[in-house]
């Protein structure tokens, strides 16, 4: 008898990058607990660059001081993975999911994370692939479309992945994109002859295709509003 498996979508919109990282640390910790069930943040960011654990900052090709000038921010995380960029137009991912409970180990989580973006960049012809030994994310020949940073702790997820539907691809000439130089970044935008639906209509599909290979049949969507009201203003 197949298991029904249900997963709640938090549909944000434009979420400050640290508020979203308190959300986070706030829900694994009620899914350690099994106060939340599985659930996925589906938002965008204004402009914020990000490190990963391993404070990489010499991939920071700006100094911190002009940041603000070009209006962005940065932000140090405790995920893996180099440096990145979050922005308006890129459909950002959070799953705070138990990977015990769905029987999978953290290198196929990141394998499906890779599969999400390659499916997504199916439905408009584009063919995008895992990237090679030591290059993270998800790319067109040699141009990175999405990216992967992930945080698991005591096997409950959190950050997730980024998919550049149409960002202003001039941010990234400020780093050295998750620590692989020489690479471009490319976009949905960029690398399609299909017409586009909205925004909010990718991220729907991104959701879809996670949503379906990670096993989930039950989606439960919630609304910006719907959840603050839920859960509190400051939650």
Known sequence: MRILRSLEVWKMGTVNYLDALKLQEKLVADRKTSKI????LSLQHP???????????????????????????????????DITFHGPHQAILY????LRDIGIG??????????????????YGVRACAGQKGETGVWVGERKIGAIGVRISYG?????????????LSYFKHIVPCGIADKEVTS???????MLPTEEVIQEQLISCFARLF??????????GSILSDNGENR
């Open 37 to 40: 069930a599985d659930t996925v």
């Open 47 to 81: 402009p914020t660059y990000t490190l990963g654990k391993r404070r990489t900052d010499h991939n920071l090709l700006i100094p911190e001081s002009e940041l603000k000038k070009i209006g962005a921010e940065l932000c140090y995380t405790q995920r893996g993975g």
């Open 95 to 98: 799953p705070i999911i138990s």
């Open 106 to 123: 953290a290198r196929n989580y990141v394998e499906k994370l890779e599969l999400t973006m390659i499916e997504l960049a199916s439905l």
């Open 156 to 168: 409950i997820t959190s950050h997730g992945l980024a998919f550049n539907i149409d960002p202003d």
């Open 188 to 194: 949905l935008r960029k690398e399609t002859d299909s």
């Open 215 to 224: 096993g989930y049949s039950n989606l439960i969507w919630k609304e910006k």
